[in-house]
Protein backbone atom coordinates (compact mmCIF):
# COMPACT_ATOMS: atom_id res chain seq x y z
CA UNK A 1 0.00 0.00 0.00
CA UNK A 2 2.58 1.91 1.02
CA UNK A 3 4.53 1.56 -2.47
CA UNK A 4 1.15 2.48 -4.22
CA UNK A 5 1.41 6.49 -2.75
CA UNK A 6 4.70 6.46 -3.49
CA UNK A 7 3.73 5.79 -7.16
CA UNK A 8 1.01 7.89 -6.96
CA UNK A 9 3.07 11.00 -5.23
CA UNK A 10 5.67 10.43 -7.02
CA UNK A 11 4.69 10.26 -10.65
CA UNK A 12 2.32 13.53 -9.58
CA UNK A 13 4.58 15.66 -8.08
CA UNK A 14 8.52 14.68 -8.27
CA UNK A 15 8.27 13.81 -11.59
CA UNK A 16 5.27 15.60 -12.85
CA UNK A 17 4.37 14.99 -16.64
CA UNK A 18 4.03 18.04 -18.03
CA UNK A 19 6.95 19.99 -16.12
CA UNK A 20 9.93 17.16 -15.59
CA UNK A 21 8.97 14.65 -18.55
CA UNK A 22 7.70 17.40 -20.72
CA UNK A 23 4.55 14.86 -22.29
CA UNK A 24 1.47 16.50 -23.12
CA UNK A 25 3.49 20.03 -24.01
CA UNK A 26 1.11 20.65 -27.00
CA UNK A 27 -2.63 20.57 -25.05
CA UNK A 28 -0.27 22.36 -21.72
CA UNK A 29 0.23 25.17 -23.67
CA UNK A 30 -2.77 25.01 -25.73
CA UNK A 31 -5.82 24.64 -23.83
CA UNK A 32 -4.43 26.36 -20.48
CA UNK A 33 -5.87 29.57 -22.08
CA UNK A 34 -8.63 28.74 -20.10
CA UNK A 35 -9.33 27.62 -16.35
CA UNK A 36 -12.81 26.54 -17.46
CA UNK A 37 -11.49 23.92 -20.12
CA UNK A 38 -8.35 22.95 -18.37
CA UNK A 39 -10.43 21.70 -15.79
CA UNK A 40 -12.39 20.05 -18.14
CA UNK A 41 -9.37 18.38 -20.17
CA UNK A 42 -7.44 17.64 -17.10
CA UNK A 43 -10.54 15.36 -15.93
CA UNK A 44 -10.57 13.86 -18.96
CA UNK A 45 -7.13 13.28 -19.11
CA UNK A 46 -6.86 11.15 -15.67
CA UNK A 47 -10.19 9.25 -16.97
CA UNK A 48 -8.30 8.14 -19.96
CA UNK A 49 -4.64 7.72 -18.74
CA UNK A 50 -6.26 5.49 -15.93
CA UNK A 51 -7.90 3.43 -18.15
CA UNK A 52 -5.04 3.33 -20.80
CA UNK A 53 -2.18 2.23 -18.40
CA UNK A 54 -4.74 -0.33 -17.07
CA UNK A 55 -5.10 -2.04 -20.45
CA UNK A 56 -1.69 -1.44 -21.75
CA UNK A 57 -0.49 -3.10 -18.35
CA UNK A 58 -2.51 -6.06 -19.19
CA UNK A 59 -1.98 -5.94 -22.76
CA UNK A 60 1.62 -6.17 -22.67
CA UNK A 61 1.60 -9.39 -19.40
CA UNK A 62 -0.82 -11.17 -20.84
CA UNK A 63 -0.26 -11.38 -24.40
CA UNK A 64 2.75 -9.30 -25.89
CA UNK A 65 5.60 -10.86 -23.21
CA UNK A 66 4.18 -14.22 -23.69
CA UNK A 67 4.62 -13.94 -27.37
CA UNK A 68 7.62 -12.14 -27.69
CA UNK A 69 6.68 -9.45 -29.17
CA UNK A 70 8.32 -6.79 -27.24
CA UNK A 71 8.97 -4.71 -30.43
CA UNK A 72 5.58 -4.30 -31.16
CA UNK A 73 4.46 -2.50 -28.20
CA UNK A 74 4.69 0.87 -29.72
CA UNK A 75 1.99 0.14 -32.38
CA UNK A 76 -0.15 -2.23 -30.53
CA UNK A 77 -0.41 0.89 -27.61
CA UNK A 78 -0.90 3.53 -29.83
CA UNK A 79 -3.89 1.61 -31.61
CA UNK A 80 -5.21 0.55 -28.57
CA UNK A 81 -5.28 4.12 -26.86
CA UNK A 82 -6.86 4.82 -30.16
CA UNK A 83 -9.81 2.79 -30.09
CA UNK A 84 -10.19 3.54 -26.27
CA UNK A 85 -10.56 6.72 -26.73
CA UNK A 86 -13.27 6.66 -29.48
CA UNK A 87 -14.72 3.67 -27.09
CA UNK A 88 -14.80 5.72 -24.16
CA UNK A 89 -16.40 8.36 -25.88
CA UNK A 90 -19.35 6.59 -27.62
CA UNK A 91 -19.71 5.41 -24.37
CA UNK A 92 -19.81 8.32 -22.52
CA UNK A 93 -21.71 9.76 -24.77
CA UNK A 94 -24.94 6.86 -24.62
CA UNK A 95 -24.39 6.08 -21.06
CA UNK A 96 -23.68 9.50 -18.96
CA UNK A 97 -24.39 13.06 -21.26
CA UNK A 98 -23.67 14.95 -18.62
CA UNK A 99 -20.21 13.70 -18.27
CA UNK A 100 -19.39 14.04 -22.17
CA UNK A 101 -20.97 17.59 -22.28
CA UNK A 102 -18.63 18.36 -19.89
CA UNK A 103 -15.60 16.61 -21.39
CA UNK A 104 -16.69 17.52 -25.30
CA UNK A 105 -14.05 18.26 -27.42
CA UNK A 106 -11.46 17.60 -25.20
CA UNK A 107 -12.02 13.78 -25.01
CA UNK A 108 -11.10 12.91 -28.59
CA UNK A 109 -8.01 15.80 -28.34
CA UNK A 110 -6.53 13.03 -26.10
CA UNK A 111 -5.54 10.47 -28.36
CA UNK A 112 -2.90 12.57 -29.49
CA UNK A 113 -1.20 13.43 -26.27
CA UNK A 114 2.12 12.02 -25.48
CA UNK A 115 1.39 11.35 -22.21
CA UNK A 116 -1.19 8.43 -22.47
CA UNK A 117 1.65 6.53 -24.88
CA UNK A 118 4.46 7.89 -22.52
CA UNK A 119 3.31 6.84 -19.26
CA UNK A 120 2.48 3.33 -21.39
CA UNK A 121 6.18 2.95 -22.20
CA UNK A 122 7.14 3.95 -18.87
CA UNK A 123 5.16 1.81 -17.14
CA UNK A 124 6.62 -1.36 -19.16
CA UNK A 125 10.05 0.22 -19.12
CA UNK A 126 9.96 0.52 -14.91
CA UNK A 127 8.41 -2.96 -14.86
CA UNK A 128 5.44 -2.23 -12.68
CA UNK A 129 2.60 -4.63 -12.61
CA UNK A 130 -0.89 -4.27 -12.83
CA UNK A 131 -2.10 -2.33 -9.88
CA UNK A 132 0.97 0.03 -10.27
CA UNK A 133 0.60 0.69 -13.82
CA UNK A 134 -3.08 2.04 -12.78
CA UNK A 135 -1.37 3.86 -9.97
CA UNK A 136 1.24 5.43 -11.69
CA UNK A 137 -1.06 6.16 -14.47
CA UNK A 138 -3.72 7.73 -12.35
CA UNK A 139 -0.61 10.26 -10.47
CA UNK A 140 0.55 11.17 -13.67
CA UNK A 141 -2.76 12.24 -14.98
CA UNK A 142 -3.32 13.82 -11.34
CA UNK A 143 0.39 15.75 -11.89
CA UNK A 144 -0.55 17.05 -15.26
CA UNK A 145 -4.66 18.42 -14.19
CA UNK A 146 -2.16 20.27 -11.62
CA UNK A 147 0.24 21.66 -13.71
CA UNK A 148 -2.65 22.44 -16.19
CA UNK A 149 -5.10 24.26 -14.07
CA UNK A 150 -2.38 25.92 -11.88
CA UNK A 151 -1.22 27.30 -15.56
CA UNK A 152 -4.71 28.34 -16.58
CA UNK A 153 -4.19 30.53 -13.07
CA UNK A 154 -1.38 32.66 -13.83
CA UNK A 155 -1.74 32.92 -17.51
CA UNK A 156 -5.29 34.65 -16.05
CA UNK A 157 -3.24 37.16 -14.50
CA UNK A 158 -0.49 37.51 -17.37
CA UNK A 159 -3.50 38.32 -19.50
CA UNK A 160 -4.15 41.32 -18.08
CA UNK A 161 -0.65 42.86 -18.15
CA UNK A 162 0.91 45.01 -20.87
CA UNK A 163 4.30 42.90 -21.80
CA UNK A 164 6.56 43.62 -24.28
CA UNK A 165 5.68 42.81 -27.92
CA UNK A 166 7.73 39.88 -28.34
CA UNK A 167 7.44 37.99 -25.18
CA UNK A 168 3.52 38.07 -25.65
CA UNK A 169 1.47 34.45 -27.11
CA UNK A 170 3.82 31.54 -26.30
CA UNK A 171 7.42 33.15 -24.77
CA UNK A 172 5.67 34.43 -21.69
CA UNK A 173 4.13 31.06 -21.17
CA UNK A 174 6.78 29.27 -21.46
CA UNK A 175 8.88 31.57 -18.95
CA UNK A 176 5.40 31.20 -16.69
CA UNK A 177 5.93 27.07 -16.98
CA UNK A 178 10.11 27.36 -16.24
CA UNK A 179 9.25 29.17 -12.82
CA UNK A 180 6.51 26.14 -12.51
CA UNK A 181 9.37 23.98 -13.09
CA UNK A 182 11.49 25.46 -10.93
CA UNK A 183 8.99 25.38 -7.79
CA UNK A 184 8.55 21.97 -8.47
CA UNK A 185 11.69 20.71 -8.42
CA UNK A 186 11.07 21.29 -4.52
CA UNK A 187 9.27 18.37 -4.65
CA UNK A 188 12.57 16.37 -5.51
CA UNK A 189 13.63 16.98 -1.87
CA UNK A 190 10.32 14.90 -0.94
CA UNK A 191 11.44 11.85 1.21
CA UNK A 192 8.71 8.90 1.50
CA UNK B 1 13.13 22.46 -59.56
CA UNK B 2 12.99 25.96 -57.77
CA UNK B 3 9.88 24.46 -55.74
CA UNK B 4 11.79 21.45 -54.80
CA UNK B 5 14.10 24.08 -52.92
CA UNK B 6 11.57 26.00 -52.02
CA UNK B 7 9.84 23.05 -49.88
CA UNK B 8 13.52 22.67 -48.17
CA UNK B 9 14.18 26.40 -46.89
CA UNK B 10 10.50 26.83 -46.11
CA UNK B 11 10.80 23.98 -43.06
CA UNK B 12 14.11 25.37 -42.12
CA UNK B 13 12.96 29.20 -41.11
CA UNK B 14 9.30 30.44 -42.72
CA UNK B 15 8.09 27.82 -41.16
CA UNK B 16 10.47 25.98 -39.06
CA UNK B 17 8.59 22.97 -37.55
CA UNK B 18 9.19 23.94 -33.50
CA UNK B 19 10.21 27.68 -33.52
CA UNK B 20 7.30 28.84 -35.90
CA UNK B 21 4.51 26.46 -36.01
CA UNK B 22 5.25 25.18 -32.03
CA UNK B 23 4.35 21.48 -33.35
CA UNK B 24 6.79 18.88 -31.83
CA UNK B 25 7.46 21.25 -28.64
CA UNK B 26 7.54 17.57 -26.44
CA UNK B 27 10.88 16.09 -28.05
CA UNK B 28 12.11 19.30 -28.57
CA UNK B 29 11.89 20.32 -24.54
CA UNK B 30 13.01 16.93 -23.18
CA UNK B 31 15.99 15.82 -25.10
CA UNK B 32 17.57 19.61 -25.97
CA UNK B 33 19.75 19.14 -22.84
CA UNK B 34 22.96 18.88 -25.03
CA UNK B 35 23.44 19.77 -28.99
CA UNK B 36 24.21 16.31 -29.69
CA UNK B 37 21.30 14.55 -28.29
CA UNK B 38 19.43 17.36 -30.63
CA UNK B 39 20.64 16.45 -33.54
CA UNK B 40 20.02 12.66 -32.68
CA UNK B 41 16.75 13.07 -31.98
CA UNK B 42 16.25 15.69 -35.19
CA UNK B 43 17.92 13.04 -37.34
CA UNK B 44 15.78 10.05 -35.81
CA UNK B 45 12.97 12.24 -36.41
CA UNK B 46 14.20 13.32 -39.92
CA UNK B 47 14.45 9.78 -40.83
CA UNK B 48 10.64 9.31 -39.57
CA UNK B 49 9.27 11.91 -41.14
CA UNK B 50 10.75 11.60 -44.83
CA UNK B 51 9.49 7.53 -44.93
CA UNK B 52 6.56 8.47 -43.65
CA UNK B 53 5.65 11.61 -46.52
CA UNK B 54 6.51 9.31 -49.14
CA UNK B 55 5.01 6.27 -47.91
CA UNK B 56 2.08 8.40 -47.33
CA UNK B 57 2.27 10.28 -50.62
CA UNK B 58 2.79 7.10 -52.80
CA UNK B 59 -0.59 5.55 -51.06
CA UNK B 60 -2.53 8.67 -51.21
CA UNK B 61 -5.06 7.72 -53.87
CA UNK B 62 -5.47 4.44 -52.26
CA UNK B 63 -6.20 4.79 -48.62
CA UNK B 64 -9.75 5.82 -48.22
CA UNK B 65 -10.42 9.30 -46.93
CA UNK B 66 -12.69 7.94 -43.61
CA UNK B 67 -9.86 5.47 -42.20
CA UNK B 68 -7.00 7.98 -43.46
CA UNK B 69 -5.95 8.67 -39.56
CA UNK B 70 -5.63 5.27 -38.86
CA UNK B 71 -3.73 4.41 -41.61
CA UNK B 72 -1.27 7.15 -41.07
CA UNK B 73 -1.05 6.11 -37.45
CA UNK B 74 0.03 2.02 -38.32
CA UNK B 75 2.78 3.75 -41.27
CA UNK B 76 4.07 5.76 -38.55
CA UNK B 77 4.28 3.37 -35.51
CA UNK B 78 5.79 1.03 -37.93
CA UNK B 79 8.34 3.46 -39.74
CA UNK B 80 9.29 4.86 -35.72
CA UNK B 81 9.75 0.52 -34.68
CA UNK B 82 12.13 -0.01 -37.49
CA UNK B 83 14.16 3.11 -36.16
CA UNK B 84 14.05 2.45 -32.53
CA UNK B 85 15.24 -1.22 -33.60
CA UNK B 86 17.90 0.74 -35.89
CA UNK B 87 19.29 3.11 -33.48
CA UNK B 88 19.24 0.63 -30.69
CA UNK B 89 21.52 -1.99 -32.53
CA UNK B 90 23.90 0.75 -34.13
CA UNK B 91 23.82 3.69 -31.88
CA UNK B 92 23.32 2.51 -28.03
CA UNK B 93 24.84 6.03 -27.20
CA UNK B 94 22.03 7.63 -28.28
CA UNK B 95 19.37 5.20 -27.60
CA UNK B 96 20.15 5.90 -23.66
CA UNK B 97 20.14 9.28 -24.19
CA UNK B 98 17.03 9.44 -25.99
CA UNK B 99 15.15 6.69 -24.07
CA UNK B 100 11.34 7.01 -24.18
CA UNK B 101 11.34 10.24 -26.49
CA UNK B 102 12.23 7.94 -29.52
CA UNK B 103 8.94 5.54 -29.46
CA UNK B 104 6.94 8.73 -28.65
CA UNK B 105 7.94 10.02 -32.03
CA UNK B 106 4.69 8.58 -33.26
CA UNK B 107 2.51 11.40 -31.56
CA UNK B 108 5.25 13.93 -32.90
CA UNK B 109 2.66 16.50 -33.94
CA UNK B 110 4.82 17.28 -37.13
CA UNK B 111 4.92 13.68 -38.76
CA UNK B 112 1.20 13.43 -38.89
CA UNK B 113 0.66 17.02 -39.00
CA UNK B 114 2.83 16.90 -42.16
CA UNK B 115 0.83 13.55 -43.55
CA UNK B 116 -2.43 15.63 -43.04
CA UNK B 117 -1.04 19.30 -44.45
CA UNK B 118 0.95 18.08 -47.13
CA UNK B 119 1.97 14.76 -48.42
CA UNK B 120 -1.46 13.21 -48.67
CA UNK B 121 -2.08 15.97 -51.88
CA UNK B 122 1.31 16.11 -53.59
CA UNK B 123 4.04 14.00 -55.36
CA UNK B 124 6.17 11.56 -53.69
CA UNK B 125 9.20 13.82 -54.45
CA UNK B 126 7.77 17.23 -53.25
CA UNK B 127 6.40 15.47 -50.42
CA UNK B 128 9.89 13.81 -49.34
CA UNK B 129 11.44 17.26 -49.95
CA UNK B 130 9.02 18.52 -47.28
CA UNK B 131 9.50 15.85 -44.93
CA UNK B 132 13.09 16.50 -45.38
CA UNK B 133 13.14 20.66 -45.26
CA UNK B 134 10.91 20.03 -41.98
CA UNK B 135 13.13 17.30 -40.44
CA UNK B 136 15.92 19.77 -41.09
CA UNK B 137 14.27 22.40 -39.72
CA UNK B 138 13.40 20.17 -36.14
CA UNK B 139 16.84 19.14 -36.18
CA UNK B 140 18.69 22.75 -36.68
CA UNK B 141 16.11 24.11 -33.92
CA UNK B 142 16.78 21.37 -31.27
CA UNK B 143 20.66 21.27 -32.02
CA UNK B 144 20.52 25.25 -31.46
CA UNK B 145 18.63 25.04 -28.36
CA UNK B 146 20.84 21.89 -26.85
CA UNK B 147 23.90 24.03 -27.65
CA UNK B 148 22.73 26.81 -25.90
CA UNK B 149 22.00 24.84 -22.66
CA UNK B 150 24.83 22.84 -23.02
CA UNK B 151 27.24 26.43 -23.22
CA UNK B 152 24.82 28.05 -20.20
CA UNK B 153 24.34 24.71 -18.20
CA UNK B 154 28.40 23.47 -18.29
CA UNK B 155 30.59 25.62 -20.38
CA UNK B 156 30.38 23.07 -23.32
CA UNK B 157 28.96 22.80 -26.56
CA UNK B 158 29.41 19.18 -28.60
CA UNK B 159 31.78 17.73 -25.42
CA UNK B 160 34.14 20.75 -26.18
CA UNK B 161 34.95 22.74 -23.41
CA UNK B 162 34.15 26.59 -24.57
CA UNK B 163 33.56 28.50 -21.16
CA UNK B 164 36.31 28.00 -18.15
CA UNK B 165 36.19 25.35 -16.36
CA UNK B 166 33.77 25.14 -13.38
CA UNK B 167 31.69 27.35 -15.32
CA UNK B 168 27.68 26.01 -15.15
CA UNK B 169 23.98 27.62 -14.24
CA UNK B 170 22.77 23.46 -14.29
CA UNK B 171 19.15 24.80 -14.10
CA UNK B 172 19.78 25.47 -18.05
CA UNK B 173 20.06 21.76 -18.20
CA UNK B 174 17.48 20.67 -15.86
CA UNK B 175 13.75 20.75 -17.13
CA UNK B 176 13.16 24.16 -16.22
CA UNK B 177 15.87 25.40 -19.07
CA UNK B 178 14.32 23.88 -21.30
CA UNK B 179 11.13 26.36 -21.04
CA UNK B 180 13.15 29.41 -20.40
CA UNK B 181 15.74 28.50 -23.87
CA UNK B 182 12.81 27.65 -25.99
CA UNK B 183 10.63 31.09 -24.61
CA UNK B 184 14.01 33.44 -24.86
CA UNK B 185 14.61 31.71 -28.62
CA UNK B 186 10.81 32.60 -29.55
CA UNK B 187 10.90 36.15 -28.21
CA UNK B 188 13.97 36.81 -30.19
CA UNK B 189 12.76 35.36 -32.96
CA UNK B 190 9.48 37.37 -32.69
CA UNK B 191 11.53 40.21 -31.73
CA UNK B 192 13.22 40.04 -35.51
CA UNK B 193 10.09 40.03 -36.85
CA UNK B 194 9.70 36.65 -38.58
CA UNK B 195 5.97 35.98 -38.46
CA UNK B 196 4.20 34.60 -40.70
CA UNK B 197 0.14 33.38 -41.08
CA UNK B 198 0.96 30.40 -39.29
CA UNK B 199 2.43 32.08 -36.85
CA UNK B 200 -0.81 33.77 -35.74
CA UNK B 201 -2.76 31.05 -36.38
CA UNK B 202 -0.55 28.90 -34.03
CA UNK B 203 -0.68 31.99 -31.08
CA UNK B 204 -3.43 30.53 -30.01
CA UNK B 205 -1.77 27.71 -29.15
CA UNK B 206 -2.48 24.02 -29.37
CA UNK B 207 -5.69 24.71 -31.53
CA UNK B 208 -4.61 25.31 -34.81
CA UNK B 209 -1.95 22.15 -34.75
CA UNK B 210 -4.74 19.90 -33.27
CA UNK B 211 -6.48 20.17 -36.32
CA UNK B 212 -3.63 19.12 -38.11
CA UNK B 213 -2.90 16.45 -35.69
CA UNK B 214 -3.96 12.99 -35.60
CA UNK B 215 -7.43 13.78 -34.72
CA UNK B 216 -8.48 16.56 -37.18
CA UNK B 217 -12.28 14.63 -38.09
CA UNK B 218 -12.78 15.01 -34.65
CA UNK B 219 -11.76 18.07 -34.00
CA UNK B 220 -13.56 20.03 -36.64
CA UNK B 221 -15.59 21.67 -33.52
CA UNK B 222 -12.40 23.32 -32.12
CA UNK B 223 -11.41 25.85 -34.02
CA UNK B 224 -15.09 27.10 -34.18
CA UNK B 225 -15.63 26.66 -30.74
CA UNK B 226 -12.23 28.40 -29.95
CA UNK B 227 -13.08 31.14 -31.64
CA UNK B 228 -16.44 31.52 -29.85
CA UNK B 229 -15.07 31.07 -26.29
CA UNK B 230 -11.60 32.73 -26.87
CA UNK B 231 -12.37 35.55 -29.22
CA UNK B 232 -13.04 37.93 -26.56
CA UNK B 233 -9.90 37.56 -24.69
CA UNK B 234 -8.06 38.32 -27.88
CA UNK B 235 -10.26 39.52 -30.70
CA UNK B 236 -8.32 42.49 -31.12
CA UNK B 237 -5.21 40.83 -32.73
CA UNK B 238 -6.83 38.53 -35.01
CA UNK B 239 -8.96 39.14 -38.28
CA UNK B 240 -11.39 35.78 -38.98
CA UNK B 241 -9.18 34.63 -42.48
CA UNK B 242 -6.67 34.16 -40.44
CA UNK B 243 -8.49 32.27 -37.83
CA UNK B 244 -9.39 29.61 -40.64
CA UNK B 245 -8.57 26.46 -40.83
CA UNK B 246 -4.71 25.67 -41.51
CA UNK B 247 -5.28 23.58 -44.58
CA UNK B 248 -6.34 26.79 -46.31
CA UNK B 249 -3.41 28.43 -44.99
CA UNK B 250 -1.27 25.66 -46.13
CA UNK B 251 -2.83 25.91 -49.97
CA UNK B 252 -3.27 29.39 -49.66
CA UNK B 253 1.28 29.07 -49.04
CA UNK B 254 1.52 26.64 -51.76
CA UNK B 255 -0.33 28.71 -54.36
CA UNK B 256 1.76 31.94 -53.88
CA UNK B 257 4.36 29.25 -53.68
CA UNK B 258 3.65 28.14 -57.42
CA UNK B 259 3.23 31.84 -58.44
Not at chain 1, 150 to 157: D, F, K, Q, T, V
Request: proline share 4%; hydrophobic share 55%.
Amino acid sequence: MKSLIMIIIGSALISNVVLNQFLGICSFLGVSKQMKASISLGAAVIFVITIASAVASLLYDNVLKPLGMDFMKTIIFILVIAALVQIVEMFLKKKSPAVYQALGIYLPLITTNCAVLGVALNNVKDGFNFIESVASGFGTALGYTIAIVLLAGIRSRINEKDLPAPLRGAPIVMIAAALMSIAFMGFGGLNI
Amino acid sequence: MKKYWERLFNGLLKENPVLVLMLGMCPALAVSTQAANGIGMGLSTLAVLVLSNLVISILRKVIPDQVRLPAYIVIVASLVTVTELLIKAYLPDIYEALGIYIPLIVVNCIILGRAEAYANKHTPLLSVMDGIGMGLGFTAALTLAGAIRELLGSGKIFGAQILPEGFGMTIFIQPPGAFLVFALIIAVMNAIGIKTRQRKLVESGCDGNCSLCATAGSCETKPAADAAAGGAVKAAAEKPAEKADPKAAENKAEGGAAK
